[in-house]
Each structure stands twice: as C-alpha cells, then as structure tokens.
C-alpha cells in the first residue's frame, strides 16, 4: 500500500481514470510540498549552522527561533524586481532558473524513500532503471546553470559557465564508475540492480564499509554537483561576481538558490541511499523514512562542515584532481568491486 | 638574514579535516554576540558620556565654553531665579560634537557640569543640542 494506491482508494467513486489521475497530481503536489519543506529546513539549518560555528547567534527575530525569517525572505525575493539584461537571449535566460529548480524536484520523485508507518511506501517512481533515471535527472540541474551563464551575455556569466562545464566534466565518469561499481555488488543479491529500491534493499551490510574508496570518491562528486566551497567554481563567489547567476535578481535569483541547498539535500540523500543503507535501519522497518532523514541530517551537516571549513580549489587543480587521482581511484574501486562480488559475495 | 621556513609536507586530505575538526569544534562555543538592547555588557566605572548640569550651581562664568575644544559648548540666556548667576546666563551642549574630552567637568569651578555613564542619547531629531533645562534633566525625561 503505497500513497498512489491510497489516494486512488480515496478518489475511487469517480471512475477509475479520472481517481488515478487526479491520484497522480496530488502525489506530484505532495512531493513539491516535500520539496519546498526541505529547502525551507535546509536554508534555516544552513544559516544556523553557519551563525553557530562563527560564533554568531543567526536569525532569531522574526518568529520563534527565527522560523519564519525564510518566509520574509521568500516575500522579499517575490516582491523585488526582476531585472532583465539588454543583451540577453530572452528564451534561455528565463527558462534557465526553471531547469535548475525543474531538475531538482524530478530527481527527488525519482528517489526512492521506504516506508513510513501506516501510510506506507514512499517511493513515487517505481522503475526498473530508477538509477540511470535518477543520474538523467540530476544531470539536468547544469544545463540550466550553463544556460544561464552564456545567455545573460555577462563576461562574468560566460566565464562562470565555463568553469562549470570543465568541472562537471571531470567529476561525472568517476563518479558513474564508482555507482557503476555500487551496482555489480547488488547484481549478486538482486536481479534488477538497477532498480534503486532494489539496490537499497540488497545492502544487508551498508556498501560503504566494503567500498571506502567509493564513498570518498562519490562524496567529492556529491560535493562538486551540488557545487558549495571547496568546488564552488561555477559560481565564485567574490571572484567571478557571483558566476552564472550573476544578472540574475528576484525570484529567478531565489530559484538558483533553492536549486543549490535542494541539491545539498538531494546529494546527502543519494549518499545515505548508496552507501549508508539508506531506509533499511536496525529496528523496525515501518520507520525506514526516518532512519533515511536521520543519516540525511548527519551527511548534510559533515556537507556543511566541509562548506564552512576548505577553500576553495583552482579550476584547473580540480580537472586534474577529476582526471588524475579521482577516476583510477575510482577503477581501482571497481575492481575491488568485483573481487568481493565474485570472491566473497557480500 | 631571515631563513623562510618550508611548510611541513602532510598528506593530503590531512589539512582538509584538520580544519573541519576545527570548525566543528566552533558549535559547542557560545556565541559571543551580545543582543544589545536586551542584553548589555557591563560598563567600565570610568565609563563617562552625557553632560549633565545642575541649574542651582553653575555661576554662569563661561569657562566652559572657553575650554571646548570643539565649540560644543554655548551660553544660552535662561529666565531663572538664582542669586550666584546675576547674569542668568548657562551652557547648551552639542552632543553631536562633543568628544567627551571632559574638560568642561574638570573646569567648572563649581562642580556644576558633571559627566555621566548614561550613553543613549540617540535623538530622531536633527538637532543634537541639549539646552540648559535639557541638561538638567535624566535622559528619560528628556526624551518624554
């Protein structure tokens, strides 16, 4: 019993087509509900976080706690003008903001999530390729940020764009290589390894224990998509104004915003289903969404550790690092990979 | 000549959680923002900034204007009765001048100008100017 079949139950004296339907858009709200949820949590921890470790207090005015600063943020963002550049090419520089937030919230429906309690299965999409789906899916949020930077016709912009093409290039086969070898282990337990759910499942022993290597080298990729300090250089902050979202104001702006710490969110998440266990936890499994939350929790603060703590690193010392050290770690990881499915058979 | 020492060579990633460690360290600190109008630090004794002036002492001998350094400090005509100042005239203060060089205190033959710890005198006005009667009142009055 999954939230679909609920909502169709719910629905069912209209005729069958229209429940499911209707069954299909409330699931899809419920999950940009879920979304905007978690980017309002992650900007509030994120700001507390930061405040706490510079010895700062952090928004603590408006509402208890601050809670509701992000909504005066929010209305602020809506209410300001969203200036357009003269020299832009129109139809990219709008969409642009939208493919980032667009490709945000396809990879969360893709995610799988266990169950909870007495709703049930969380998951939304169940596909027999949910992991080709969802690396699909995370590989949009770029197109938009490259959009973005060569259509505002902003030399800043462009150059921020370029940084970021150089940088997804040379992180993304390492880390394919690295869930590449993610599922050859589940292929030993499951016949549809490819399946996210499955590959969730078949980890009686989290794969981050037998595959070190691939954890590290999939947590810096993690780090570099979602793109904050040590691997901000596509936006360069300070250095590059603020990079490809630099003519950006408003809520377009706001959109490019959600879209980094929703990534932050969505990367800790692939991390804790990957390689943490995800939703399987020690106790009962109805709670498996919580123990996903909890081990999401604790990677989005070791993120925002790291974001708070290393500088910076030069464009071309990170496509040497995604070139020279991260993709042979990663191949020797994969035939670590291999020995223990053959040999040992976790 | 100076010998500029090499940097001691780690291993890598060794510095990175080094100074995660170290900032992580940073969330079981207290804050040290102080949230001012609710909360104040303690003032130093010596602590001095407004003026305040007793009516019934000041003889009106100008001193005080003499010794501001920054003009601050006028003489203002007052109709009050008070047998030591024939000429009824007391000082007026521009705090938006005023140095607390606190020279005017240490002239006063009389001890009739006195600086206090009292420091909020943030004014919604334009004017900075504290007549003679303005002196002579609490801060709290003043504002009313």
């Not at chain 1, 930061?50 to 509402?63: E, F, S, T, W």
């Not at chain 1, 590290?216 to 979202?245: K, N, T, W």
């Not at chain 1, 990957?274 to 989005?300: C, E, M, Q, R, W």
């Not at chain 2, 130093?44 to 019934?56: A, K």
Request: charged letters at 20%; aromatic letters at 12%.
């Amino acid at each position: 019993m999954d939230v679909l079949t609920r909502l169709a139950h719910f629905f069912a004296p209209l005729t069958h087509y229209v429940a499911y339907i209707l069954a299909y858009l409330f699931e899809s709200i419920f999950l940009v509900i879920f979304v905007t949820i978690v980017l309002v949590f992650m900007i509030y921890l994120f700001r507390k976080y930061m405040a706490r470790v510079q010895l700062r207090i952090g928004p603590n005015r408006v509402g208890k706690f601050g809670l509701l600063q992000l909504m005066a943020d929010g209305l602020k963002l809506a209410g300001k003008e969203s200036i357009l550049p003269k020299g832009r090419d129109d139809l990219p520089f709008r969409i642009a903001p939208l493919i980032v937030f667009i490709g945000l919230v396809m990879s969360f429906a893709i995610l799988p999530y266990g169950d909870f309690y007495w709703i049930g299965s969380l998951t939304i999409t169940h596909s027999n390729v949910s992991v080709i789906l969802l690396f699909a899916a995370i590989a949009i949020m770029p197109i938009g940020e490259i959009l973005a930077g060569v259509s505002s016709r902003n030399k800043y912009a462009i150059l921020g764009a370029l940084r970021g093409v150089a940088k997804d290039v040379s992180f993304e086969v390492p880390m394919m290589i690295s869930v590449i070898a993610l599922v050859m282990m589940a292929s030993a337990r499951t016949s549809e390894p490819l399946n996210l759910s499955d590959l969730v499942s078949s980890q009686i022993i989290p794969f981050g224990i037998p595959e070190v290597i691939g954890l590290l080298v999939f947590f810096i990729s993690m780090i570099a998509r979602a793109s904050y300090s040590p691997f901000d250089m596509g936006e360069s902050d300070s250095e590059l104004v603020s990079g490809h979202s630099t003519e950006y104001s408003g809520m377009r702006f706001g959109m490019f915003y959600m879209g980094l710490f929703g990534s932050i969110f969505l990367s800790s998440m692939m991390v804790s289903l990957l390689y943490l266990g995800g939703y399987n936890g020690p106790f009962s499994s109805d709670a498996g969404f919580v123990y996903l939350l909890i081990k999401t929790v604790v990677l989005v603060l070791i993120a925002f550790t790291v974001w708070l703590s290393v500088p910076r690193i030069r464009i071309d010392r990170f496509v040497n690092m995604g070139w020279k050290y991260l993709l042979p770690i990663s191949i020797i990881n994969l035939i670590i990979a291999g020995i223990i499915t053959l040999g040992v058979g976790l | 000549m100076i010998e500029v020492k090499e940097p001691k060579k780690e291993l890598p990633l060794v510095g990175t959680l080094k100074a995660m460690w170290i900032v992580g360290k940073h969330i079981f600190q207290k804050p040290v923002t102080t949230q001012y109008p609710e909360e104040r630090k303690p003032m130093p004794d010596r602590f001095r900034f407004r003026i305040f002036l007793s009516l019934d002492d000041c003889v009106g001998c100008t001193l005080c204007e003499q010794v501001c350094p920054n003009l601050s400090i006028h003489m203002n005509k007052v109709e009050r009765e008070n047998p030591r100042n024939k000429r009824k005239i007391y000082p007026d203060v521009n705090f938006g001048t005023c140095t607390v060089c606190r020279n005017c205190e240490e002239i006063c033959p009389t001890d009739a100008i006195y600086l206090t710890h009292v420091f909020e005198t943030s004014r919604t006005r334009n004017s900075f100017t504290y007549s003679p009667d303005e002196l002579s009142l609490s801060e709290d009055e003043v504002i009313k």
